[in-house]
C-alpha cells in the first residue's frame, strides 16, 4: 500500500469560510454551518469525512460544488429524479433546507480537511496513465485535466476534488454517470467519458484515488 504525491506546478487556494458573488447569494457561515452538520455526521463523519464506503467523503470539497450539490438534490427530489440529483436518503435531508442553510453547510464542509487513504501497488501504473493520460485511442480525456493532477478540483470551475473519496463511492457514481442515472453533469461531460469506461477502469481509477494528494 502507498500513498501517492503528485507535484504540480501550480497551488489552489479554496476558503470554505465565506462564499458570495454578488447581493443576492447569500454568505456562507461556517460556523452556523457546523450546528447545522450535525445530522449530516452520521453518513459523512463529524468532519466530512465518512467512515464508510457507502457515503462520500465532503470535508475540504469546493464550496460551490457542495451548493450545487445540494440545490440539485432538492430539485431531484421536488422531481422525482426527473432533473437534478436523486437519492433516497438525501431527499429527505434536503427538503427543508433553505438556501442559507446550504450555503452554511457548504461552508463548513469546504473548511474542513480531507483525508487521503492508500492506493494499492496494483493499480498505480494503469490507474497514473488514465488519470494523467486518459486513453487517446478510446477518445478518454485525462481526469486532471478537468480534476487537477492531484485530485484537488477546480472550485471556481465547480470540478470537485476527488482525492482521498472511498474507491466504493467513487466507483458506484462513475457506474450511475456511465448508465446515465447520474445525469447531473454540466452538458453531459462526465456521462460522455464514464461510458467509454470499462469495470476495469473504473475499479482501477476508484483505487488509485483514494491515495491521490
Given at each position: 500500500m502507498?500513498?501517492?504525491?503528485?507535484l504540480c506546478g501550480f497551488v489552489l487556494f479554496a476558503s470554505g469560510a465565506a462564499f458570495a458573488s454578488d447581493s443576492n447569494r447569500p454568505v456562507g457561515d461556517a460556523e452556523a454551518g457546523q450546528e447545522k452538520a450535525a445530522v449530516c455526521a452520521a453518513c459523512h463523519g463529524q468532519t466530512g469525512?465518512?467512515?464508510t464506503g457507502d457515503f462520500p467523503n465532503i470535508a475540504g470539497q469546493g464550496m460551490k460544488y457542495l451548493v450545487k450539490q445540494l440545490k440539485d438534490y432538492q430539485l431531484g427530489n421536488e422531481t422525482q429524479g426527473e432533473r437534478g440529483r436523486y437519492n433516497m436518503l438525501m431527499a429527505d435531508q434536503v427538503s427543508n433546507?433553505?438556501?442559507q442553510d446550504i450555503y452554511d453547510l457548504a461552508a463548513f464542509y469546504a473548511a474542513q480537511e480531507h483525508e487521503v487513504g492508500?492506493?494499492?501497488e496494483s493499480a498505480i501504473e494503469e490507474g497514473r496513465l488514465?488519470?494523467?493520460?486518459?486513453?487517446?485511442?478510446?477518445?478518454?480525456?485525462?481526469?486532471a485535466a478537468c480534476h487537477g493532477p492531484s485530485?484537488?478540483?477546480m472550485s471556481l470551475a465547480t470540478f470537485p476534488l476527488l482525492s482521498g473519496q472511498h474507491p466504493e463511492y467513487t466507483a458506484a457514481q462513475l457506474k450511475a454517470f456511465r448508465s446515465g442515472e447520474r445525469a447531473n453533469d454540466p452538458n453531459g461531460m462526465m456521462r460522455d467519458?464514464?461510458?467509454?469506461?470499462t469495470d476495469h477502469d473504473i475499479e482501477v481509477l476508484s483505487q488509485f484515488i483514494r491515495g491521490l494528494y
Open positions: 502507498k500513498k501517492l504525491a503528485i469525512n465518512s467512515p433546507l433553505s438556501e492508500s492506493t494499492p488514465l488519470w494523467l493520460g486518459g486513453d487517446v485511442d478510446r477518445g478518454i480525456t485525462a481526469c485530485g484537488l478540483g467519458i464514464a461510458v467509454k469506461l
